[in-house]
């Protein structure tokens, strides 16, 4: 069956179209150009521009598949989390049409949509896997034992996200918004090892409890710290060494955690979704800790892993090839969705 996904949690306006597990049409509107000079998402600049994109990104994901909206089968689109006004832009284009073609509406969480987009381009999803899912929104490492249905978090943030982190480190380094591809490019002519920045939860202490939690607050504020005394001492500020110190602190801890997730869990694939994923030294560190334990890593290409429609296409393919039922036309943007709801009631 043919489904088109709408997502438009945070700033991206994407619809895609899938058959199955191909990918058809990925049509993403950004509106990241907008928010670049407050150096973060507007909440109320994204639902603008969401409601300006969605008629013209419809139009385009079914001119690039090559089908007319009545031929789609069925209709997702981001229920949470997100956004509130953003999400209801998507929602109630999603209902539009659903009513309009007369055709089930599958309401699903965001989070795992990021999981379900690697079977478009790797096949099949591995299950059970742990998912580490890695952006400006969220850090989460889930067990994923049916993407449609059973998805538990193991450990999330308790303050700042990864790509968060980046983006605000980059900001301190005077580097554009959004900051990650920015500090990544800086990484490579700098040393990992030039400056020790702190591990976040990871002491003794701090795992007996937050054993598959991350924290990457300290590391901001401790970056900044490093950042003024070298100002205040009239040193130039080595941004490549400081980039590439940052990012391996933040990749230390993610690809350890996630690592140790899948050997205490006695699962053997982990998935990377996510724009953080598109992360050079991520990608390598993963693969490298991960093999090292003979526990496999998929990670989709860059592109699947930033927000965009087909992953709310490739979930919705999934509710429909495993007899979901679709859900209800009072369907609600839910901001605050838990990631345990993978589907919208
Ligand atoms: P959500 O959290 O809801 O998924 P988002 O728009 O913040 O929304 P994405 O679009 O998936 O998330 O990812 C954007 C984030 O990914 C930004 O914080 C950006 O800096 C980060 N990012 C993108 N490329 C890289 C990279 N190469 N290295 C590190 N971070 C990156
Ligand atoms: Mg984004
Ligand atoms: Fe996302």
């Known amino acids: 069956p043919l489904i088109l996904g709408i997502e438009t949690s945070c700033d991206e306006t994407g619809v895609g179209i899938v058959h199955g597990h191909t990918l058809l049409a990925d049509a993403v509107a950004s509106s990241v150009e907008e928010h ?10 994204a639902s603008r521009a969401h409601l300006e994109a969605m008629v013209p990104t419809i139009e385009r994901a079914c001119e ?18 997100g956004l509130a006004g953003a999400l209801l832009v998507g929602v109630a284009a999603a209902k539009a049409l659903a009513v309009g073609l007369g ?55 308790i303050d700042d996200a990864a790509g968060e982190a980046f983006d605000k480190v980059a900001r301190l380094l005077g580097l554009p918004f959004p900051g990650g591809p920015h500090i990544d490019r800086e990484a490579r002519s700098g040393s990992s090892v030039a400056i020790d ?43 490549a060494d400081v980039a590439a110190s940052f990012q391996e602190a933040v990749c230390d801890v993610l690809t350890r955690k996630a690592v140790d997730a899948a050997a205490d869990q006695g699962i053997e694939d982990i998935l990377v979704g996510g724009g953080v994923a598109a992360n050079s030294r991520l990608r390598v560190l993963v693969e490298e800790r991960a093999s090292a334990r003979g526990i496999r890593v998929r990670v989709p ?19 429909v090839a495993r007899g979901r039922r679709p859900s209800g036309l009072d369907l609600p943007a839910d901001s605050s969705m838990p990631v345990t709801e993978v589907l919208a009631g």
Not at 64 to 81: E, F, Q, R, W, Y
Not at 227 to 237: D, F, I, Q, S, W
């Open 64 to 81: 690039d598949a090559g089908v007319k909206l009545h031929d789609v089968d069925a209709i997702a689109v981001t229920s949470g989390p």
């Open 197 to 239: 920045f702190p591990r976040g939860l990871s002491s003794q202490r701090d795992l007996q409890r937050h054993r598959f939690d991350f924290s990457f607050s300290g590391l901001k504020t401790a970056v900044a710290r490093w950042v003024e005394a070298r100002e205040r001492a009239g040193e130039p500020v080595p941004v």
């Open 36 to 45: 670049a000079r407050f150096g973060g998402v507007v909440p109320e600049v």
């Open 301 to 319: 290409r860059p592109g699947l892993c930033t927000d965009n429609g087909a992953m709310v296409a490739a979930l919705g393919a999934e509710m």
């Open 103 to 157: 055709k089930p509406l599958y309401g699903v969480n965001h989070l795992a949509a990021h999981v379900a987009v690697d079977q478009l381009e790797h096949g099949p999803l591995p299950e059970p896997c742990i998912a580490m899912l890695v952006s400006g929104g969220h850090s989460s490492l889930l067990r994923v034992a049916d993407v449609t249905g059973d998805v538990v978090p193991l450990g999330a943030t």
